[in-house]
């Protein structure tokens, strides 16, 4: 996959609400087999689509494209031996030496895209349509339902529900809804009516934890407002909330065709980091490599060490004693 078809692919994923980070190449030192241009989509699993470059410059890519998914954060990447650089290298810049045998350098910029927020309306009325139509002019995935078909199966934790039913079955709705466990929970009732819905939950045994966790009514207080005007009430506190962290599903300011940096603030709210792949330092050439099966492992005085490609390893094994020392035990 190259080209215009990264570009696909990452429209895909977006999409579906995966978040994933781009990488592409804007600065190449020859010989390199990553070209001016060159992408790829890297996973928040580390699966890659699309070419950046060679051995040892893809790990290194896929290591930085998790922590710039978990950080939210861009990042502009210098690959190559620290000489090639000197002191031209910008603040703001990550260097990671890496000592391949092509002497090639690159400079790769990683960008997150964070899966558009989700949101999903339960009612048919001109308040809930009018919010639909606003949540879908800001790039948001909007699905809008009716409150009797609608079930704890159309929502899930990463999602923002709406039930705004205005009194044809608000209490099947949110109890439909608080089962979801959704990111955010909100009804549109007045404070009398919302308090009464959640008293009649309650009483049916729903958990009060959840029950807490409901908004109700939803939506910033602007005064006395026609029904479209309450969509933008309930529209604005959303979009509130997202931008200070504190609903999870998303980072703020990201849609489905951004690539733009995210909030600062870590990773999504609500999610815990990715995990890391365990890493080692190659004892031949300094370069961070990961502990696994494709990293050329061997054994040496009951030590495993890891290599970046297999003339690290063979210069290892010729003389052992000239490396111990500066590796990294795993």
């Not at 092509?102 to 927020?117: H, T």
Request: with cysteine; aromatic share 4%; proline share 5%.
């Amino acid at each position: 996959m190259d080209g215009w078809g990264v570009l696909e692919r990452a429209s895909e994923l977006a999409r579906s609400g995966q978040a994933f980070a781009l990488a592409t190449v804007v600065w190449r030192q020859g010989p390199s087999s990553g070209q001016l241009g060159s992408r790829a989509i890297i996973t928040a699993d580390g699966e890659v689509h699309g070419w950046i470059g060679g051995a040892c410059a893809e790990p290194v890519v896929i290591r930085q494209a998790r922590q710039v998914i978990n950080d939210g954060e861009p990042r502009l990447l210098l690959l190559g031996t620290p000489d090639q650089f000197g002191e031209t290298v910008p603040e703001g810049m990550t260097v990671v030496p890496i000592a391949c045998q092509s002497e090639g350098a690159l400079e790769v910029f990683i960008e997150p895209v964070q899966p558009a927020p989700r949101l999903v309306i339960v009612g048919r009325s001109p308040m809930a349509q009018t919010l639909a139509a606003l949540a879908d002019a800001l790039g948001w995935r909007t699905a809008l339902l009716d409150g009797s078909g609608f079930s704890a199966a159309d929502a899930d934790e990463s999602s923002m529900v709406v039930v705004a039913t205005q009194g044809h079955g608000d209490e099947e709705a949110v109890e439909q809804a608080v089962l979801a466990r959704p990111a955010y929970l909100g009804l549109v009732a007045s404070q009398r009516r919302g308090a009464a819905v959640l008293g009649y939950l309650a009483d049916r045994g729903l958990p009060k934890d959840q029950l807490d966790r409901v908004h109700a009514p939803t939506g910033l207080d602007l005064g006395r407002t026609s029904h479209r005007e309450i969509a933008v009430a309930v529209l604005a506190e959303l979009v509130q909330l997202r931008a200070a962290g504190k609903i999870a599903g998303g980072t703020a300011g990201a849609d489905a065709t951004s690539t733009g940096a995210a909030s600062k603030g870590g990773s999504q709210a609500g999610q815990a980091p990715l995990a890391a792949p365990a890493e080692a330092t190659d004892p031949v050439c300094g370069m961070t490599v990961v502990a696994g099966d494709s990293s050329y492992p061997l054994q040496h005085d009951g030590v495993t060490y890891y290599f970046c490609r297999a003339g690290c390893r063979r210069a290892f094994e010729a003389d052992p004693a000239a490396y111990v020392k500066k590796g990294t035990r795993c």
